[in-house]
């Protein structure tokens, strides 16, 4: 899963009611890069990194990497808590 933020320029995914996409997640945010943080699944167990975001991304209140640096893997565990970019 992809997640980035949302621009009329990505709306290139068209859209059928009832039919899942391969469309990447986007919030209307300034907080959230267009490329922000990823979340795949590997031996059933869930993992995301932040992508070089700007604002960072941050798992349990701890930034996963410094601003415009890929963050090695980190396992999501429920109950955890993700936040995208902070607000200045």
Avoid: A
Wanted: charged fraction near 30%; aromatic fraction near 12%.
């Amino acid at each position: 899963v992809r997640v980035g933020r949302y621009s009329e320029r990505n709306d290139k995914y068209p859209k059928t009611p009832g039919v899942p996409t391969v469309e990447p997640v986007g919030f209307k945010t300034k907080v959230v890069s267009r490329r922000h943080c990823e979340f795949w699944v590997e031996d059933g167990k869930w993992y995301m990194r932040d992508v070089k975001s700007s604002s960072g991304t941050f798992l349990n209140k701890v930034r996963l990497s410094n601003p415009g640096t890929e963050s090695r893997p980190f396992l999501v565990n429920d109950g955890d808590i993700v936040q995208l970019g902070i607000n200045f």
